[in-house]
């Protein structure tokens, strides 16, 4: 009878430690699984992805419409003067506006957060930005921080307060610019010196890049 | 035998003591499964499925997108021969200032790669999107005309971010090793190569011999053109 109840005892005691270890398994499994799948950058991807191939299908529209109207030179004069203008855009030839954010930074602030600001400003659909008036062209866009501390951009050197300005969608771009674990996150928490501020605008211009 | 009773107890809580740690360690060495149709994974999967349908879209988008672009500069270019007042000229010299035109020339040929003994463990053996940005921002610094990453031209709009354990650059996923080419002055550029403190991290992992770092001069380079969209929806002349 006492060796009946020790076995119980012994069986018992298996199945609590099979079921509590299965038990943290399958936690440990679905947590890794969590951090592997940064939900955050997920669907920033999916998003980033769609509103990319938006732009894509309509800039293709836009040439097939060109094209289906066949070669008639009038048209594709027209055509073409439109095509410089929106090329003078991208490449900063032109002063532009629109809708977007302003992000002012003071202090202190090693280059390679400007090239991560950017690259973030971008990937939310940026469509120009700028940095103390000076607008980010194909030709000035390398960052490089002078021994005194101050930025060097192209051939401008800019000093704090740091002003970024971009044209782009503006409730996008403040909420993944300010959302947690997001850049001004990770910025606070490398340079809690730094002071900064973030506001959404109906109207920004940014002035034509200048060497 | 004949145990006294305290004896029986301290018996009883040790065999059950026994068999939980038994158990733990019998179990342990089995993996557990997470059931397939978990919420979780079923919502990962749906997200997995909608991103490869998105790339799926973009390529097929953009190889229409550069079909349709070459089919119109070779209208335009038919229109300069008819017209000689037309600004095709003007058009031209801006498409290769934003980097829609092939680049051929002189230049260097990075290879940047993760180390041999890679893993998800130790982050310093691994090339980061962040590596990635300092290596192309030191390019521009260094004045390089055109830059490309495993065939994917690098413009003043392009994005360079980590997904999961690939690199998005123009939204594009690229894994080591990553090619980079960039056309321009050697010298200028070797310059800021050299500067260790334009990218200290990186620099120190190249020099421990973590990551693998290759760099060649070359004399024809051939940088492609770029191949996806500029974005005009929010911005206007002034």
Redesign the interface.
């Known amino acids: 009878m006492?060796h009946t109840?020790?076995i119980g005892?012994?069986?018992?005691?298996?199945?609590?430690?099979?079921l509590?270890?299965?038990q943290a398994?399958?936690y440990t499994?679905?947590t890794t699984?969590?951090q592997?799948?940064?939900k955050v950058?997920?669907?920033r991807?999916?998003q980033?992805?769609?509103?990319?191939?938006d732009?894509?299908?309509?800039?293709?529209n836009s040439?097939?419409e060109?094209?289906a109207k066949g070669?008639n030179?009038e048209e594709?004069?027209k055509n073409?003067?439109a095509?410089?203008?929106?090329?003078?855009?991208?490449?900063?030839?032109?002063?532009?506006?629109?809708?977007?954010i302003k992000l002012i930074l003071d202090g202190n602030i090693p280059?390679?957060w400007f090239?991560?600001i950017t690259?973030e400003m971008?990937?939310t659909?940026?469509?120009?930005v700028s940095i103390n008036g000076q607008k980010?062209?194909?030709?000035n866009?390398?960052?490089?921080?002078l021994p005194n501390g101050q930025i060097?951009v192209g051939e401008n050197i800019l000093s704090a307060p740091y002003t970024f300005e971009a044209?782009?969608?503006k409730k996008i771009l403040l909420e993944t610019l300010k959302q947690s674990g997001g850049i001004l996150n990770r910025l606070r928490d490398n340079l809690p010196k730094v002071k900064f501020s973030i506001e959404a605008y109906n109207d920004i211009?940014i002035t034509k890049a200048v060497a | 035998m004949i145990f006294p009773k305290t004896n029986?107890n301290s018996?009883?809580a040790s065999?059950?003591?026994?068999?939980?740690?038994?158990?733990?360690i019998?179990?342990?060495q089995f993996?557990?499964?997470?059931t397939a149709n978990?919420f979780?994974?079923d919502e990962?999967n749906a997200?997995n499925e909608?991103?490869k349908s998105?790339?799926e879209?973009?390529s097929s988008?953009?190889t229409?997108?550069t079909t349709?672009?070459t089919?119109?500069s070779d209208?335009?270019e038919?229109?300069k021969e008819?017209?000689k007042e037309?600004?095709?000229d003007?058009?031209n010299t801006?498409?290769q200032?934003?980097?829609?035109t092939v680049v051929r020339g002189a230049g260097l040929e990075i290879t940047l790669a993760n180390g041999d003994k890679a893993n998800t463990e130790d982050d310093s053996l691994l090339i980061h999107a962040?590596d990635l940005?300092?290596l192309v921002?030191?390019?521009?610094?260094?004045?390089a005309q055109a830059i490309s990453i495993n065939g994917q031209r690098v413009?003043?709009?392009?994005?360079?971010?980590?997904?999961?354990n690939t690199i998005?650059v123009n939204?594009v996923h690229l894994v080591s090793p990553f090619k980079i080419l960039a056309i321009g002055e050697v010298g200028l550029i070797l310059d800021r190569m050299n500067d260790q403190?334009?990218y200290p991290d990186l620099y120190q992992r190249i020099s421990a011999q973590k990551v693998k770092f290759v760099l060649k001069q070359a004399a024809n380079l051939i940088v492609p053109a770029y191949d996806?969209?500029?974005?005009?929806?929010?911005?206007?002349?002034?």
Do not use: C, H, P
């Open positions: 006492k109840s020790q005892m012994i069986v018992i005691g298996l199945t609590v430690g099979v509590f270890t299965m398994r399958t499994d679905i699984l969590y592997r799948e940064n950058n997920i669907f991807e999916i980033v992805l769609k509103d990319s191939n732009s894509l299908r309509d800039e293709s040439i097939k060109q094209l070669f030179k594709a004069l073409i003067k095509e410089i203008e929106k090329n003078m855009i991208i490449a900063g030839d032109v002063d532009v506006k629109g809708e977007g280059s390679f090239v991560d690259n971008f990937s659909g940026a469509e120009a980010l062209a194909d030709w866009i390398g960052f490089d921080t060097l044209i782009g969608n211009t | 029986i018996l009883v065999l059950v003591s026994a068999g939980i740690f038994i158990g733990i019998t179990t342990a993996r557990s499964e997470v978990s979780i994974l990962i997200q909608l991103l998105f790339n879209d973009r988008l953009k229409q997108l349709l672009r089919t119109l209208n335009q038919r229109l008819s017209n037309s600004d095709i003007i058009l801006l498409k200032r934003i980097g829609l962040a940005r300092d921002n030191l390019l521009r610094a260094g004045e413009v003043a709009s392009t994005t360079i971010n980590s997904v999961g998005l939204n403190k334009a996806a969209e500029f974005s005009t929806k929010f911005i206007q002349k002034s």
